[in-house]
């Protein structure tokens, strides 16, 4: 695989891929399950010229190796490994940070905004919420309906099981359920969907914990992408993220969950639309 950079991260292997020029701005794009990077092919080639472009693989995926402690697969304990990563990227620790997240991976970009700091110029999400704000979401029965595989992957042994014996069949049925066309859908490694699974697991008990904890907005402006024919969330609106952010701004489109594969030019048009407006009203590309 092109672009792939390995380096051991808090005791770990680890790896992402990385293309772009290292003076530019970084855009670090996470991706869900059960994708790895190659998810965002059609948006690295397209900000590769502008950005320089990190997509790592989150715990458990392709080289970034897997722990038998559940807590390296939670949400503080890989926010930890991508700041890291960004230092091993960006030693100085100056260069802005523009950082996209799609479903597991949006809870993960959620989680590490803040603790980038004033670097963050921007946070994108595809589909996908923060633990808090998905704790809200399970407050009507009929997310509950809708997040049932998250309930299934609690199991001790069955989802396990079903990842190593039927692979393909899973992704699958994942893509079909999120309505992706079947030219639109990224190659996915036989082996790469069983242990990620622990990341549920993980993120059930990050849940219950920071709903203890007092939640501060983030400051950095917000974009949110929403495929409006998701089946795995409720319908959005802008309310469902007050009090998590200042500053955002939520376009719905009539796709699936994976909306920024359906329809990639659209999407990049919104991103750079993002990523290049300047505060006072104009707009400025990020490397110049």
Known sequence: MDGVQTRELRGLESGWIELGEEHHPILLMIHGYPDTPLVWEYQTRHFAKSFQVICPF?????????????????????????LQMLKEIDPSGERPVYLVGHDLGAVHAWNLAPLIGPRLKGLVIFNGLSLLQMLQKLKSPRQHLRSWYIYGMQLPWLPGFITRRFPERLARFAYDLGQLPNEKRP??????????????????RDMLRQARQPQRPLSAPVLVVWGERDPFFNNLSVKDFEGFADNVTVRCLPKGHWVFREEPEQVNRLLENFFWQDPTGGHDAPHS
């Not at 995926?61 to 807590?71: A, H, N, T, V």
């Open 187 to 204: 190659e996915v490694a036989a082996d790469s969907l069983s242990v990620p699974l622990k990341q549920y697991r993980a993120f059930l």
């Open 58 to 82: 989150v715990r458990g995926e392709g080289p970034s190796k897997g722990s038998r402690d559940l807590r390296r697969f939670g949400v503080r304990s890989q926010s930890l490994d991508f």
